[in-house]
Each structure stands twice: as C-alpha cells, then as structure tokens.
C-alpha cells in the first residue's frame, strides 16, 4: 500500500514562510508528476503547483514568485516552499502524486492533508 504523509503546515503572520514537505512510502515502482493542492474553506480544491519526474514545474499564477516546488527522487519527498505568504494562502494543502506501483499499474494518491493559516 502507498501513502503520502505531509507535514509542515501552521499557522503564521502575513509576509511568513512555511515549508511543506511530503513523502512517499510503500510498494513504488516510480513516481511520475507530483503536485501541491489546497482547498480554503468553502471552496473547490485548486491546483497549486506541478513538477515531473524530471523537474519541469507549473505554478498557478497566484503563487508565482511566492512558492517553489522541488522533490527529491531519491528520497520519494517532494516540497512546497511557500515565501510572503498572504491571507489568501489560508486553507488545507493535500500532496498528490501519480505513482507506477507496477510496470503496468498507474494510480494517484494523495495525503490527509495539511492545514496552512496565515493571519493578517
């Protein structure tokens, strides 16, 4: 069984930073594109950003030049690096991954979640 456990959430003061990380653990074969998820309260859950297994990212635009995300394939982690946080970042952050737990089996996971508060 595969699971993704984040950690690093919390709460912090407008302008804070915070750094998520996520890791991945269990029968992987690999793990292809991760990504950084959030739903605030009332809300759809938004993609937040992507990175392939080769490092390409994508961020939504309203985290450009705020949040970096990086993973480390040795180690199965990925990371939400989240700089001059604002109100707005408020809300929980889920890790997803689509992960080879096969040669020929692909599925997507995701994590409990994460809660991130940022006051102002």
């Known amino acids: 069984q595969v699971q993704l456990v984040e950690s690093g959430g919390g709460l912090v003061q407008a302008g804070g930073s915070l750094r998520l990380s996520c890791a991945a653990s269990?029968?992987?074969?690999?793990?292809?594109?991760m990504a950084w998820y959030r739903q605030a309260p009332g809300k759809q859950r938004e993609l937040v950003a992507t990175?392939?297994?080769?490092?390409?990212?994508n961020y939504v635009d309203s985290v450009k030049g705020r949040f970096t995300i990086s993973r480390d394939n040795a180690n199965k982690m990925v990371y939400l690096q989240m700089n001059s946080l604002k109100p707005e970042d408020t809300a929980v952050y889920y890790c997803?991954?689509?992960?080879?737990?096969?040669?020929?089996?692909?599925?997507?996971?995701w994590g409990q979640g994460t809660q991130v508060t940022v006051s102002s």
């Open positions: 990175i392939t297994s080769a490092g390409s990212t």
């Open positions: 997803n991954a689509d992960i080879l737990v096969s040669p020929w089996m692909t599925r997507e996971y």
């Open positions: 269990g029968s992987i074969f690999r793990i292809n594109a």
